[in-house]
Nanobody, 122 residues
Framework: VQLQASGGGLVQAGGSLRLSCAASGRIFSRNVMAWFRQTPGKEREFVAGVGWSGNSKSYADSVLGRFSISRETAKNTMYLQMNNLQPGDTAVYYC????????????????WGQGTQVTVSS
């Protein structure tokens, strides 16, 4: 599986962005997928994840109620709608995929996209 993340950019606090992750490969429909983010000097942290059917979802407490994850199997694409962005959301956002169960542990994901920068100004 190859993943291509896009949609990052610069936005003011309170604004919105939608990230996309386009996947290639025949097994996309059976992958769990997730978004992680990373800032310099810190470990990559879980943001949100979605099961292969799209019904099972998980969010980090810090984004619950502001971010929404979804996937569109027909387009082999996963999305992260980010609303009410805050400066603390500034990071490089990575999409990831795996064949196992939905997990918040970055070590369980075998495939990663290249990352897209999100910068939120105050």
């Amino acid at each position: 599986v190859q993943l291509q993340a896009s949609g990052g950019g610069l936005v003011q606090a309170g604004g919105s962005l939608r990230l996309s992750c386009a996947a290639s490969g025949r097994i996309f429909s059976r992958n769990v997928m997730a978004w992680f983010r990373q800032t310099p000097g810190k470990e990559r942290e879980f943001v949100a994840g979605v099961g292969w059917s799209g019904n099972s979802k998980s969010y980090a407490d810090s984004v619950l109620g502001r971010f929404s994850i979804s996937r569109e199997t027909a387009k082999n694409t996963m999305y992260l709608q980010m609303n009410n962005l805050q400066p603390g959301d500034t990071a490089v956002y990575y999409c990831a995929a795996d064949l196992g169960a939905l997990s918040r542990d970055r070590r369980t994901y075998n495939w990663w996209g290249q990352g897209t920068q999100v910068t939120v100004s105050s």
